[in-house]
Nanobody, 116 residues
């Protein structure tokens, strides 16, 4: 199985930047697709970005051009670089990974707050 530990959240002013990290540990052969989700106040959880084991990426339209997802397989870590942050980006951000046989694992969540 996989345990995911997130870090890098915090309070930032509009226009600022943050980088989220998600480190994986546990018994598994390899990490497949990993994604970042977020849930704002009074909203449903939504996909922000994901990245395949081969490096192909997908972004929500609302973050395209501002956020960048990447991974370092040797460190078993996935990142989300967030630039030009907006107040509407305020949410709890969750890391998710899907292994073989459709096994999904979630991080504990990290709070991102963007002030206007």
């Amino acid at each position: 199985q996989v345990q995911l530990v997130e870090s890098g959240g915090g309070l930032v002013q509009a226009g600022g930047s943050l980088r989220l990290s998600c480190a994986a540990s546990g018994g598994f052969g390899s990490l497949n697709t990993m994604g970042w989700y977020r849930q704002g106040p009074g909203k449903q959880r939504e996909l922000v970005a994901d990245i395949t084991s081969g490096g192909s990426t997908t972004y929500a339209d609302s973050v395209k051009g501002r956020f960048t997802i990447s991974r370092e397989n040797a460190k078993k870590t996935v990142y989300l670089q967030m630039d030009n942050l907006k107040p509407e980006d305020t949410a709890v951000y969750y890391c998710k990974v899907v292994l073989t046989f459709n096994r999904a694992f979630w991080g504990q969540g990290t709070q991102v707050t963007v002030s206007s």
